[in-house]
């Protein structure tokens, strides 16, 4: 089992920023792949970036060069820092665990932190 809670949500202008947190618990954090998703009103929730246990990291295009994720493995957390931040990313973003090798894969969700992107 392992537990997420994320943190660092809120309200921010258009071209401002902000880091989100995802503090995991509850087993082996090193071994999992960690992402970060969203969801708007209205939509499908969607990948925003991943990165795997030796820090690979994955972007959707449309935050390529603006959102940066990264993980703390002694600190059993993965962060999202966001710049330049447009309405359309307004939306609940989401925190998400996978263990790299166990099959099936299973996959763990926190309880979403809201970004509002708004003037």
């Known amino acids: 089992q392992v537990q997420l809670v994320e943190s660092g949500g809120g309200l921010v202008q258009p071209g401002g920023s902000l880091r989100l947190s995802c503090a995991a618990s509850g087993s082996i954090f090193s071994l999992y792949a960690m992402g970060w998703y969203r969801q708007a009103p209205g939509k499908q929730r969607e990948l925003v970036a991943t990165?795997?246990?030796?820090?690979?990291?994955n972007y959707t295009d449309s935050v390529k060069g603006r959102f940066t994720i990264s993980r703390d493995n002694a600190k059993n957390t993965v962060y999202l820092q966001m710049n330049s931040l447009k309405p359309e990313d307004t939306a609940v973003y989401y925190c998400n665990a996978a263990h790299e090798l166990l099959r099936p894969r299973y996959d763990y969700w926190g309880q979403g932190t809201q970004v509002t992107v708004s003037s």
């Open positions: 990165i795997t246990s030796s820090h690979s990291t």
